[in-house]
């Protein structure tokens, strides 16, 4: 299972920090990604974290503001998000897989778990 949290209303140029913690899996054997989606769009890949070694995958529009780190010994994966704009509003959504392959690892279906979502609001 997982449970993401974190998410809030914030001015554009804030930070925010959201949470995804994982249970029932070993966390060093899990990728895990997060996604968005805004209204009336489809879900959409932000970033991710190959299981094992750890390293870090984003899309084009979270290079250089958006951080992914992971604990696992709390099986807890860490989207540090800086310089919000007005855009990055929308439900964000972490998933995982023991089975995700790097080639893929943007896609939606390379994950079988999510979490629930937690809302981020970037408005003046």
């Known amino acids: 299972q997982l449970q993401a949290s974190g998410g809030g209303l914030v001015q554009p140029g804030d930070s925010l920090t959201l949470s995804c913690a994982a249970s029932g899996v070993t966390s060093s054997d899990y990728s895990m990604g997060w996604f968005r989606q805004a209204p009336g769009k489809e879900r959409e890949f932000v970033g991710a974290?190959?299981?094992?070694?750890?390293?870090?995958y984003y899309a084009e529009s979270a290079k250089g503001r958006f951080t992914i780190s992971r604990d696992n010994a709390k099986s807890t994966m860490y989207l540090q998000m800086n310089s919000l704009k007005p855009e990055d509003a929308a439900v964000y959504y972490c998933a995982g897989s023991l089975s995700a392959i790097i080639s893929t690892i943007r896609r939606t279906s390379s994950y079988g778990d999510w979490g629930q979502g937690t809302q981020v609001t970037v408005s003046s």
């Open positions: 974290s190959w299981r094992n070694s750890g390293t870090t």
